[in-house]
């Protein structure tokens, strides 16, 4: 089965740190450019961050610069999204999704993009 598995979300202080993974099964993320994405509730779902397959092109959302970065290892068929002085307004679903093309994944086009992982909540919180 073809699969994106994200782990690593909870609760956290504000100003406090996590660490998300999303792990494909199936299939190798070699050829995939991929992004995360979250969601707020009664929110719509936004781009947080975005990595191409070779990870030479990378992009944040102004909202997470300096505060997130992305990083893939491809032996370990997983990409990380490594989240530091988190905020109350971070708080939302996060997904990740994989696509060869990393237009698709930059234009956030959710019907176009190939695989999306069920999502992990982080909750920040005092």
């Known amino acids: 089965q073809l699969q994106l598995v994200e782990s690593g979300g909870g609760l956290v202080q504000p100003g406090g740190s996590l660490r998300l993974s999303c792990a494909a099964s199936?299939?190798?993320?070699?050829?995939?450019?991929i992004g995360w994405f979250r969601q707020a509730p009664g929110k719509e779902r936004e781009g947080v961050s975005y990595?191409?397959?070779?990870?030479?092109?990378?992009n944040y959302a102004d909202s997470v610069k300096g505060r997130f970065t992305i990083s893939r290892d491809n032996a370990k068929n997983t990409v990380y999204l490594q989240m530091n002085s988190l905020k109350p307004e971070d708080t939302a679903v996060y997904y990740c999704?994989?696509?060869?093309?990393?237009?698709?994944?930059?234009?956030?086009?959710?019907?176009?993009?190939?695989?999306w992982g069920k999502g992990t909540l982080v909750t920040v919180s005092s």
């Open positions: 999704a994989a696509d060869p093309y990393y237009s698709d994944l930059t234009r956030g086009d959710v019907n176009v993009i190939d695989y």
């Open positions: 199936g299939f190798t993320l070699d050829y995939y450019a």
């Open positions: 990595i191409s397959s070779s990870g030479g092109s990378i």
